[in-house]
């Protein structure tokens, strides 16, 4: 997700935009937000459900929910340049699916 935020034009205006001071193209994004979360939330979920089995569907919806609102609040507001967001965010979704990372 952060890949492609960085490499599709349109994600990287309404992210330019924003961290430049103006919130015009925000709208775009935040309006109507729906198909971005739903799909992205729908998609994560079934993986984790491939990925998991054994973590109880909540769990598994708990953590798809929690990835996608964290990446999105990195793409809109980026940590230092140092920091593993990647990792940062696995290491949290591990904890709420209650399973360890691999190293």
């Given at each position: 997700?952060?890949?492609?935020a960085g490499a599709t034009p349109f994600i990287g205006a309404v992210l330019t935009a924003v961290r ?67 990792g940062t965010v696995s290491r949290a979704a591990c904890a709420v699916l209650g399973v360890a990372r691999?190293?």
């Amino acid at each position: 997700m952060l890949a492609e935020a960085g490499a599709t034009p349109f994600i990287g205006a309404v992210l330019t935009a924003v961290r430049g001071g103006t919130d015009a193209l925000l709208p775009f994004l935040t309006s109507r937000p729906d198909p971005v979360f739903t799909s992205a939330w729908r998609l994560l979920a079934g993986w984790l459900g491939e990925v998991v089995p054994e973590v109880p569907e909540e769990r598994r919806v708990e953590a798809a929910d929690l990835v996608v609102r964290l990446l999105v609040s990195h793409m809109l507001l980026p940590s230092f340049p140092t920091a593993d967001v990647p990792g940062t965010v696995s290491r949290a979704a591990c904890a709420v699916l209650g399973v360890a990372r691999d190293p």
